[in-house]
């Protein structure tokens, strides 16, 4: 990757949604404007045909920063707009290893304050125990894994994966890694918020039932948040989900028995 990983700064509350609606549910009540500063790392291993930040994802152009200019960058983004959290997402920053550990260190030694959370966004498909001991040691605090389904056949509709047999590695290992973090770590040392992509065009309430009660059957307490799946890139000819669907799919997975369920709508965020 040369120098290291192309990423770009957002200072967009767009840019911000699908992150802050994996922060702690406490934090989005704090009543602040700004909750979280975010850079984009450029390359992704899935294919999403409705990408939300495509735009990053497929640039080829922007010349790649170091760990180190990355991490005084988001530093300073974190004292122009006062907040605590500083996070990473993509695209899929877990593709290129060094880079992303060397940028927690850094980022952690800019910000040795207890009040710093250092939030990692991901898909979590090329994760290993291994891998998140190492950003645990250097520095990260939170983790923002997304379950792109249960069955393969939904995981490779949402993600564009057509090989089945690496969409069940990916699948897999999604999971996997997400009950490692949970039994590993305990919320004062990492804390986890799971992503739940839901539009009915990809996935159906029974599924997300399911989704539900097995993250309900590893830990009731983590938090989830449903991500609203909406029409952008190559899927412009799917509808948004409507407030009321979001409602009924946020429902769906408190029946499941799960106690904090967030949900991103068009009217913005909602749920505890």
């Known amino acids: 990757m040369g120098r290291g990983l192309s990423l770009e700064l957002s200072d967009e509350d767009d840019g911000f949604f699908i992150l802050i609606n994996k922060s702690p549910w406490w934090v989005k009540k704090s009543g602040q404007h700004y909750i979280e500063v975010a850079c984009f790392a450029h390359g992704c291993n899935l294919r999403c045909l409705q990408c939300q930040n495509y735009t990053v994802t497929y640039d080829n152009v922007t010349l790649p920063s170091t760990p180190l200019e990355a991490a005084a960058i988001l530093t300073a983004q974190r004292k122009e707009y006062g907040v605590d959290r500083m996070a990473i997402s993509g695209g899929e920053p877990t593709l290129n290893r060094p880079w992303l550990i060397q ?40 983790i923002g894994p997304d379950l792109k389904g249960l069955k393969t056949d939904t995981f490779m509709k949402i993600t564009g994966t057509l090989d089945r047999g690496l969409a069940e590695r990916y699948l897999k290992n999604a999971w996997t890694i997400t009950k490692y973090i949970l039994d590993s770590y305990y919320p004062d040392r990492v804390f986890l918020g799971i992503g739940v992509p839901y539009n009915r065009h990809l996935i159906n309430l029974e599924e997300i039932r399911e989704i539900g009660e097995k993250i309900a059957s590893m830990n009731p307490e983590v938090q989830v948040c449903l991500l609203d799946y909406f029409p952008t890139f190559r899927r412009l000819s799917m509808e948004r989900p409507s407030f009321t669907e979001i409602h009924r ?20 965020h909602v749920g505890s």
């Open 103 to 142: 940028f927690f260190q850094e980022l952690h030694r800019l910000n040795p304050d207890p009040r710093a959370r250092l939030h990692l966004d991901t898909n979590a498909t090329v994760l290993t125990p291994e891998y998140v001991d190492l950003l645990v040691d250097a520095g990260m605090t939170d």
């Open 249 to 268: 799919a946020r429902e769906t997975l408190l029946d499941a028995g799960l106690k904090t369920v967030l949900a991103q709508t068009v009217m913005g």
